[in-house]
């Protein structure tokens, strides 16, 4: 099973399903299966019904992975069949960039094979693609942007033996960039990778080995597509529990800034004791910050899932435990108190002002108290005119979590595009900035009036003179006849330029011609 969340906070869940072959605590086995996947929005709400995610089937579709990046565009990967020689990692892009109903489920392309070497099983996938959000608005109709590249990972065989490998690939088309390339060094007992990206591009893959360097969790960096190495693998930590016959499972997180975290289980003790979830965190450069140290409390606990955001704060859950009825599901947050700012609508309104009030975070609650400046900027809308300058400070008190800015944005009865503006965090004090720009739309609500025509004529040439208001669209059409048969021609389509415009028929006929011009 897996879960990859959006920009917006929209996630997409795919798990497999089918019939077992086999079951326990720990492990299972299909006898034959496939991928399902269901799309939420924010709120929870599921988008759609869920959906087969392969085509093909050829047995025990398994072991699904997903990620999205910030245009919304996701892969879904799995362990499936149909590289000509046991099982392969298949893969499928989808375009969830709009909501459902709008593209629906919109597969890109078919499924494909993403191992480019062909002998022998190869398992487990895991997924990293770039969680940059594209900061060209939808505002500016000049601005493009592409979709990143993306990485899967998986163990399996390859040339040389057994191993840790990875692949990147061409979101905007899907293609591959090379061959797949070894990520592990060593070709002893290698298994179950993850894999996280920064959004300038590098990626992290991690995995747990029992080899001539030592058992335990591993680890290598890269800065691109290429597979660049920043450098050779090393050892995250030394596990208690051998990997070849203790159950052990690791997971990564990365964050947008290239921080990352790895959490795993194992015994509390080299003497024994109970199954305990332990953390490591890494700056960006890959230096480690602290010795491993025990992230769970009791136990015992597995499967550990850790997530890292911008700020280098991270969340880890894992199962185990008592709850009351057996085994429950368990998290726990670590990080230093951080700030964030988030974003916002308004309606703009036809007269006076209108709030658009943000809301500034710190969380978790601090014993000291924070400040952090603030001032708006200009984006597509412009002080003065669209919404009235702010700045100041903004102080938090011990224990205080939320507080406001209140940004008046003019109303207004000209028709024009939704525009935006900036309100920007700086200069924090006693807490790092997680999010240090909120972004407010302010959302027209003036209709585009029908333009009354004048017209002046100079021989065959008709001038036809309206006023354009902003950002509508006109469309001026001609006919030589007001007969109910007759239909009306083209003339020219004119975006509104806030004033007058004159379009001139140097084709308009001795007799009668008949123009009109409407909004579209």
Known sequence: MGVAVDHRGNFVVVWT???????????YQFERSEIYAQRFDYRGTNQGPNFLVNRINNGAEEHSAVGIDGFGIAIIAWTGYGDGSGTAIRAQRFDFSQPYGVL????????????????????????????????????????????????????????????????????????????????????SFQERPSVGMSEDGYFVVAWQADNSVGNGIFARRYLDINGTPLSGEFQVATLV???????????????????????WNDLATPAGGSETIFA??????????????????????????????????????????????????????NGAPTLYINDLSVTEGNSGTTNATFTVTLSPASTQTVTVAYSTANFTAASAGDFQPKSGTLTFAPGATNMQ?????????????????????????????AKNRGVGTILNDDSCAGPALNASISGTNCTLRF??????????????????????????????????????????????????????
Request: hydrophobic fraction near 40%.
């Open 405 to 433: 800015i209140v940004i008046l944005v003019n109303g207004d009865t000209q028709p024009e595009a939704d525009e935006a503006f900036h309100v920007n965090l700086t200069n924090p004090i006693n807490a790092p900035i």
């Open 104 to 187: 629906g489920n919109e597969f890109l392309g078919n499924e494909f094979v993403v191992n480019s070497f062909t002998n022998g099983n190869q398992f487990h996938p895991a997924v990293a693609m770039n969680p940059w959000v594209p900061t060209c608005s939808s505002l500016i109709t000049s601005c493009a942007v592409s979709p990143l590249d993306f990485y899967i990972v998986w163990d399996g065989n390859g040339s040389g033996g057994g191993g840790i490998f990875a692949r990147g690939f061409d979101a905007g088309n899907g293609a591959p960039v090379g061959s797949q390339f070894r990520v592990s060094t060593n070709s």
């Open 280 to 333: 490591r965190v890494f700056d960006a450069n890959g230096v480690p910050e602290a010795s491993p140290f025990p992230v769970s409390q009791g136990g015992p606990f597995y499967r550990p899932s850790a997530r890292m955001d911008a700020a280098g704060n991270f969340v880890t859950a894992y199962e185990g435990g008592d709850d009351g009825s057996f085994y429950g599901i368990y998290a726990r947050r």
């Open 467 to 520: 006023q354009a208001a902003s950002s509508c669209t006109y469309r001026l059409e001609y006919n030589n006849s007001l007969n109910g048969g007759a239909s009306w021609t083209s003339l020219r389509t004119i975006s509104g330029i806030g004033g007058i415009v004159a379009v001139t028929d140097t084709n308009a006929t001795a007799r009668a011609r008949f123009y009109r011009a409407w909004t579209q």
């Open 17 to 27: 399903a089918g019939a077992l072959f086999s079951s326990d605590q720990f492990n």
């Open 241 to 263: 529990g051998n990997v070849r016959n203790h159950f052990v499972r690791s997971s990564l997180g990365v964050s947008a800034m290239g921080k990352f975290v790895l959490a």
